[in-house]
C-alpha cells in the first residue's frame, strides 16, 4: 500500500507516521516505523547507518513512496503538504553558478515566495556569510556552501522543517548557529526532524532550553535474524 496523505482533524499542525514500511530487494529495510510530531516540538530521528533514515524522511516529504503506511498531515492536499515543510536532504540543492544571494532568491521564487534582497542578505549574514553574499558557489567551499543551504531556512516560511544530518561539514560556530536557529524556530510553534549521529541540545537565542523527543529505528526483526 502507497503512503497518503490523509486530512487530520486536530486544528493545530501535526504529523503523523503511522506504520510506515520500505522494502529494499524484497526485505524491508525498516516496517512499522510510527511516531507524532506537533506544533512547538523537534524530534531527533536516530539509528544507525543503513537502517533508512534518508529514506523514511523522504517518504515523509513525498519524494519517495512507501510499501506499507500513511504519513498523516492537517491537509488532505499533497501539494499543501509540501508547501509546508522545508527539506533538506545531503544533496544541498544549491546552483554552483549563482551566488549565494541569488540562491536564496531562485529557491524562494521556485516555491513561490516573495523575498526581499534584505531578508535574503540578513538570512545569510545570521548563517556567518557576510561579505560573500555576492560570491559564486563554484568557488566557495563546502561548509560555505552548507551555510548557504541552511540560510534558506531563515528565509523559509515553512512549519515544517526536514532536515537530514544538517550539522555535517559545519564548523563549531556554524553548529551553534544552527542550534539556535533550530531551537527557536521551535520555540515559536514550529516543527523540526532531522536526524544526527551525535546528540544534540537546543537554547534558544533568549537561553531557554527546548527540548528534543528521539525516536530510534532499529533494524527489523526478521532481518536481524537473517544477520546472526
Known amino acids: 500500500m502507497r503512503s497518503s496523505l490523509t486530512q487530520a482533524h486536530d486544528p493545530i499542525s501535526r ?62 492536499d499533497q501539494p499543501v503538504f509540501r508547501s509546508a515543510l522545508f527539506y533538506l536532504g545531503h544533496a544541498l540543492s544549491l546552483k554552483e553558478e549563482l551566488t549565494a544571494l541569488e540562491n536564496l532568491q531562485s529557491d524562494a521564487a521556485m516555491a513561490g515566495r516573495s523575498l526581499a534582497a534584505s531578508q535574503a542578505l540578513q538570512a545569510l549574514a545570521r548563517m556567518g556569510l557576510r561579505g560573500r553574499e555576492h560570491l559564486p558557489l563554484r568557488v566557495m567551499s563546502q561548509g560555505q556552501k552548507r551555510r548557504t ?49 551525535q546528540s544534540v541540545l537546543l537554547k534558544t537565542s533568549h537561553g531557554l532550553d527546548v527540548p528534543v523527543m528521539s525516536y530510534r529505528m532499529q533494524v527489523p526483526m526478521r532481518m536481524t535474524k537473517e544477520m546472526a
Open 149 to 197: 543551504a541552511l540560510a534558506r531556512l531563515i528565509a523559509s516560511r515553512a512549519p515544517l522543517w526536514v532536515l537530514d544530518e544538517p550539522f555535517v561539514a559545519l564548523d563549531i560556530e556554524a553548529v551553534d548557529v544552527l542550534r539556535t536557529l533550530l531551537a527557536d524556530h521551535t520555540a515559536q510553534g514550529g516543527m523540526v526532524l532531522f536526524t544526527s549521529h
Open 15 to 76: 504529523l503523523d507516521v503511522h506504520r510506515l514500511t520500505c522494502l529494499r530487494g524484497g526485505r524491508a529495510l525498516f516496517s512499522d516505523v510510527t511516531f507524532q510530531l506537533a506544533a512547538g516540538q523537534a524530534l531527533h530521528l536516530q539509528g544507525d547507518n543503513g537502517v533508512g533514515k534518508t529514506s523514511l524522511l523522504r517518504i515523509i516529504c513525498g519524494l519517495s513512496p512507501a510499501d506499507a503506511g500513511q504519513v498523516l498531515w492537517q491537509s488532505s
